[in-house]
Structures are given as structure tokens and as C-alpha cells.
């Protein structure tokens, strides 16, 4: 295939006792409509990267259900990682079921798409704004890397290995974003995927480039940034990747407008 298709979902916040986000967003229906209308775009792979959950929420068992039916109707591999919102060890073996491996934290995975290797990475710290790779995760992408894939390598974070567009976003990247750059330099890692900002973006840690993809559950502002972008719908990216490049745009449920029936599936799988 010359062109693979990745479609790119972050920070769904799924919340525990039917709570709404700000009192009027429901993050469930907002995933399940996201899912929907990745159907269709025939991904050859779907990946999540981080805050699945809302503060802690005990909600994986049901997001992993939830994925579980998403993958087998997409017909493609999901792959999924934590982001500062998720507990320890929540993203474990019930999601990124077709992994090929895992690395030292049981979020750290990884899978062949068609050539394309894709290798989840935990920077999550619960409870902590700012991401960190340690010291046993650096070794293994390391090893990982000094074998190149047929058509390359894309790396999943929550936390952007740079900093935010927004001034009142300071320092809840990555930090010492220096080391994985320079694990990276040279190897062939075609793209950085990752999310937290809640606001779609683009930018390059030396010379690889990093994709920011907007939040499924809601997005802040860039220009205010403690202001909630007021929208009924979920957000997420479209990367089309071929051998000469790699082509990221945002899309959303308006634009893609997903089954009523097929929303409601997904959302019956909840508490089950």
C-alpha cells in the first residue's frame, strides 16, 4: 500500500457517573461520534494518545470495551497510550490488543501497520501537568530505533516535546524534551503524534516533525486560553502518510457527520 491512513484521537476525558464537562459536554457520546465518523475514512490504524479518563476516573474497563468493538468494526488496529489524567497502570493488556510487544510500562507498545512501525510511549504522571520519559523507556526506544522499519517509525506521546502556542501552557510539555530529540535524530521516525493542549498544532523537535491533535472531549482557545472553544462536536486528526510524506488535518463530526445508530452502539457498551 503506498499510503497508509492514521486516524488521531486525544484527550476524550471520559467521565464516571454520567458527569458532564462543564456541565453540558458528554465526552462518551463525543468518542462514540468521533468512532463513528472514523469509520469513514477506512483507517488503516487508529491510535488514542492519552487522558482517556477525566481526573482519575475508574472508566477503563468500559473505554476498552468500547475500543474493542471500535476496532473490530474499523477492521484496523487501535492503539492507545495514558496521558497525566490516567492512573498506573490503567492503560493496560484490555487495549492495544494487536501489539507486537511491550516495553518497560505496560502502555509502552508496539505494532506494524503495513510496514509502519508505530511505538507507543507513557510520558503520563498522573496527577502531573508536565510529561516525563524515564531512563528504562529511553533505553528500549533506543534499541527499538536502531533497527529501521520498511516505511518508518511514528512515536505516540500524550506530552508535546515542546511547548505550547499559549503563554498559560508553560512548562506542562515534556520535560528535558533534549533527550528524546536526540534518540530520534537520524533514525526514522517519520512523526511525533501527541496531545494535551487541547488545541490542534504543528511544529518540529529539530528536524521531526510534531503533530498535535485536537481534543475529542473539548478544546481551549489559543488566544484565550482559559477559554472553552463552545462547539457540539469532537475534534481529532487525519494523517495520510506516504513514502515522500506525512499530511495531518483536523477534522471533526460536523464536517464527517457519523450514524445515529452506530453512536448508539458504542454508547451501549458502557457499564456493561
Known sequence: MDQLTIVHLSDTHLTGNARLLYGTI?????????????????????????DVADRGAAIHSDAARILAEAQYLLGCPIITIPGNHDPAG??????????????????????????LRIIGLDSGGFQQAQGRIDASQRAWLDRLL??????????????????SFSAALAGRGLENPEALA????????????????HQSGASQLLNTPVFMAPATSYNMNPFAPTEVVQEDCAWFSVLRISAQC???????????RPSQERTETYLALRGR
Open 26 to 50: 458528554d465526552p462518551w457520546r463525543r468518542l462514540a461520534r468521533a468512532l463513528g465518523a472514523a469509520e469513514q475514512l477506512k483507517p488503516d490504524a487508529l491510535v488514542l494518545t492519552g
Open 90 to 115: 490503567s492503560i493496560g493488556p484490555l487495549f492495544s490488543t494487536t501489539r507486537l510487544s511491550t516495553g518497560p510500562h505496560p502502555a509502552n507498545t508496539v505494532h506494524d501497520i503495513d510496514g
Open 146 to 163: 536502531s533497527v529501521a522499519a520498511p516505511k518508518g517509525t511514528v512515536v505516540l506521546l500524550h506530552h508535546p516535546p515542546l511547548e
Open 182 to 197: 536526540a534518540l530520534v535524530a537520524g533514525s526514522d521516525v517519520r512523526a511525533i503524534l501527541c496531545g494535551h493542549y
Open 246 to 256: 506525512v499530511v495531518s488535518v483536523p477534522a471533526s463530526t460536523e464536517q464527517m
